[in-house]
């Protein structure tokens, strides 16, 4: 695969998450059922993890599966899980002669046992890989994570282990899911499938991302429009709060 000429290769945002939105709608405009759309949408995941990797992003995070949608039909829940595990199967041997390392974040205590153990297989088996990070959020939402880290913060302030004004961003930081990835914060967050909203979604990391809503479905998501993104990533300025003449004479 050659490098698209849309973007520069020498900037490629370090960290990008995807909210995979809009297999269901694309599958019944089609009058397939949904799940249809889901399967599909495993081909676009496919196709997105190599452009990653290609184009050398540091950590793509994948939104696949939040803490509202085990709230989805047992049917529809039930194929979304008999996926990933085929997806985890079928893909170790391409991670790991791609040297991707897989890594996920959410409640993962709630995997029915069979996905949670090719989960944590996958994990183990990639842990030494030193390429694209590939981070799937899995029953994730980020009230509930920061919900968790307040309590971790809580006990220690408890039991006397921690000073309550000790409590900043960094510490905060340290006790989300996210913490152990090399980036932990998207540089570019990108959701299809025509919404334009966060949907729970790494709500803490989020703060600084650059946001991009497409029209296009998740399952027609692909090289051109991934690139697009990235493109429209690398004409935006991040001013973190500062003003343009600040960040130019930097
Ligand atoms: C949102 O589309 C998508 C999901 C809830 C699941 C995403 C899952 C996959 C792409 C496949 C499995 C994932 C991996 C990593 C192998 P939607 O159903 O909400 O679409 P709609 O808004 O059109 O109803």
Known sequence: MTAPSKFDLERVPRHIAIIMDGNGRWAQRRNRPRLYGHKVGVETVQEIVECAREWGVKVLTLYAFSTENWK??????GGLMSLLKAYLLSELSKMLKNSIRLTCIGNIEKLPGDVRSVLQTTMAETAGNEGLVLNLALSYGGRLELIQAVKKIAARVQDNTLDIDDIDEELIADNLYTASLPYPEPDLLIRTGGEARLSNFLL???????????DIMWPEFRRDAFASAISDFQNRERRYGKT???????
């Open 204 to 214: 803490w990391q989020a703060s600084y991302a650059e946001i991009c809503f497409t």
């Open 244 to 250: 343009s003449a600040q960040i130019k004479s930097r």
């Open 72 to 77: 989805r039909p047992e049917e529809e829940v």
